[in-house]
């Protein structure tokens, strides 16, 4: 999408009844540097500025957030500057902006500030602060200059040789290194911490580190030592604006690196003991609330789309979080992340009240959750009916690697935490049906030789003998020590040795579930598509959704080739006119990959 597109964009969205939703989409989906080529375009375009066609549109605390986010972040910052050293930088912004920034974004603002204010940085921190702070200040500026100051390896030499004292005069030199380093770097702070405290035999962290120090200088020290803790405390501070003036909390959120602000809601939280997201809903509505919290989870977007859909009911944010999610893995990653930034359980506070259909959440809670799929084993297990063996096998056959992991977790907690999917296979089944189950499960966080060691004719034969020896788990057996690419192989190996491939083997060779296993192995996909239309057949949403809701975008994309293949149908085509419930099939739509 070009930068003229979008300003054409923005014009006539501006224009539509929408336009508070664009807005939103536009200015959380830009960084700083597309907006500034965007007012530059717009301004071309339409002998107009796109501040004044906002402002004509919006009103509020909306315009007021989006005039502020149209602000060039490097004047931003220069301006936030001087007016924290006009006010003595009690307020720890000068910090903040030199500590967040990278060092190629400092040394714009620099020449910013001299351009503006006639002065320098320096200058201005040496008029307007004293003694320690002023010190430590300048040792923070100077920490950004691209010149080389003290080694790291030269400091430690004079703290090995008992030079150093924890008094803050004798920390200038370490704020100029740790900053100096956390500029390029933030992860460094963590390794030279542990060089720092091994060398002096001090923890960093404790309050016996800044004891004596006056409250601006520890301010500083705990900046360059715990950034998550400074940024929790300057969070706690901004976030008194929202509903005001948003100038400091969207100077913290629109502009701090991810690292930065990541750590700093998780410590925000354990320090004040409150979602940080929580208070910025409760303090703001509409378009207003969505783009203070997308830009305070920009390092996890889909978490608003959530949010919004199972607290205001909202579908299309559901659609968009079933179209993004690329995998199992990330879907349940992304739960614990909502439940952790919400202070909330996604399920209890939210999925049970989407919409009116209870087959759209069912097919929602296989996607976002493990409980689905492990409940759906458990009752399989725990079945006395003859049903037992399908469940059993739809739900392990289906499950890939990383998902059984997840899977197995969430089903010790369901069984008491006395058993393991493999002990409770042991408990429900006996004999080769037993066997077959265990090594199933097994293999599904096993080790497997890579295809280049096995001697795939080897395989072949054995598998041969053993058929022959009536070992009727033979070809489970060999499915469940070998990867895709190596089963594959064998085989090919099979075939050219014996004139008949696997499939066939199986069918010939087996009867009754040790087939429908050994299928299962063999061409996972194609024994979905077999899930997939019994579950159409006979409305079963939980089957269906476990088929579906388990597998990676990838695994679909597969799935769907082997269904097209079979019955002449993409899953698209058939799901939409087979499925009678309009919210499920939109939602099956959206999360199958196009």
């Known amino acids: 999408m070009t930068t003229s597109w979008k ?30 080529r965007m007012c530059s375009e717009y301004a071309q375009l339409y ?93 923070l500026v100077a920490a950004t200059n691209k010149e080389s100051h003290q080694t790291w390896s030269e400091y430690t030499v004079s703290a090995e040789a008992g030079e150093g004292s924890s008094s803050a005069s004798e920390y200038v030199d370490l704020v100029r290194i740790l900053t100096a380093q956390s500029a390029v770097d933030l992860n460094s702070h963590v390794a030279m911490l542990k060089k ?8 960093a962290t404790e309050a016996n580190f800044l004891q004596g120090t006056p409250g601006l200088v ?26 005001r003036d948003e100038d400091a909390f969207l100077r913290i959120v629109s502009c701090s690196q991810y690292g930065y602000l990541t750590d700093a809601r998780t410590c925000y939280q354990k320090r004040y003991g409150e979602s940080l997201a929580i208070y910025v809903e409760e303090n703001s509505t509409g378009a207003y609330q969505e783009i203070l919290l997308r830009f305070l989870l920009r390092d996890a977007p889909l978490l608003v789309d959530m949010r919004f859909a199972f607290t205001k009911n909202s579908v299309p944010h559901a659609l968009k979080v079933l179209r993004c999610l690329d995998s199992h893995k990330q879907a349940i990653a992304l739960t ?15 999925l049970a009240k989407f919409g009116d259909s209870v087959a759209a959440r069912t097919f929602i809670s296989a996607v976002l959750s493990t409980s689905f799929s492990a409940h759906r084993i458990y009752k399989g297990l725990s079945s ?19 998902s059984f992991e997840l899977v197995s977790k969430e089903f010790e907690k369901i069984s008491g935490g006395k058993k393991m999917v493999q002990d409770a296979i042991v408990d429900a089944f006996a004999g080769d049906l037993e066997t077959a189950f265990v090594k199933i499960a097994e293999s599904k966080t096993a080790e497997f030789p890579p295809k280049r060691s096995v001697n795939v004719e080897a395989v072949a034969q054995n598998l041969h003998d053993q058929l022959h020896r009536n070992n009727d788990i033979a070809l489970i057996d060999m499915c469940t ?30 009867t009754g579930d040790l087939e429908s296993m050994a299928l299962g192995l063999l061409d996972v996909d194609k ?39 079979k019955y002449r149908h993409s899953l698209q085509q058939y799901l939409s006119k087979e499925l009678n419930d309009p919210l499920l099939i939109q939602l099956v739509s959206a999360f199958l990959p196009e």
């Open 7 to 36: 300003a054409e964009e923005i014009h006539h969205r501006l224009e539509d009844a929408t336009c508070e939703e664009f807005l939103v989409e536009f200015f959380t989906s830009t960084d700083d540097q597309d907006r500034q």
């Open 47 to 139: 002998d107009d500025t796109l501040v004044a066609a906002i402002s004509r549109r919006t009103f509020g605390h909306l315009e007021r957030t989006l005039l502020t986010l149209l602000e060039p972040r490097v004047p931003a910052d220069a301006r936030h500057v001087r007016t924290s050293l006009q006010q003595g930088a009690e307020d720890g912004v000068v910090v903040e902006v030199l500590i967040t920034r990278t060092l190629h974004h400092i040394e714009k603002v620099k020449a910013e500030y001299q351009e503006q204010y006639h002065s320098t940085m320096e200058k201005d921190i040496k008029a307007n602060t004293k003694e320690e702070f002023q010190r430590m200040l300048l040792a």
């Open 196 to 203: 720092y405290n091994a060398v002096t035999q001090m923890n």
């Open 218 to 243: 520890s301010k500083i020290m705990l900046a360059v030592i715990e950034p998550a803790e400074f940024m929790a405390d300057q969070l706690f501070e901004a976030r008194k604006g929202i509903g």
């Open 336 to 350: 614990k992340l909502y439940d952790a930034e919400f202070s909330t359980n996604l399920f209890a506070d939210g």
């Open 384 to 402: 006395s009916s003859g049903g037992k063996q399908q469940t059993t096998m739809e739900a392990l056959t289906s499950l890939d690697r990383d």
């Open 481 to 510: 020590s070998y990867d895709r690419e190596t089963i594959a192989a064998v085989g090919e190996a099979y075939k050219s040795k014996f004139g008949i491939g696997l499939e066939k083997l199986a069918v010939d060779e087996l």
């Open 527 to 565: 024994y979905c598509t077999g899930l997939v239309f019994r579950a159409c057949t006979h409305n079963d949403i939980e089957l269906l959704s476990h088929a579906l809701g388990v597998r990676s975008k990838a695994r679909l994309k597969a799935l769907d080739t082997a269904f097209e293949a």
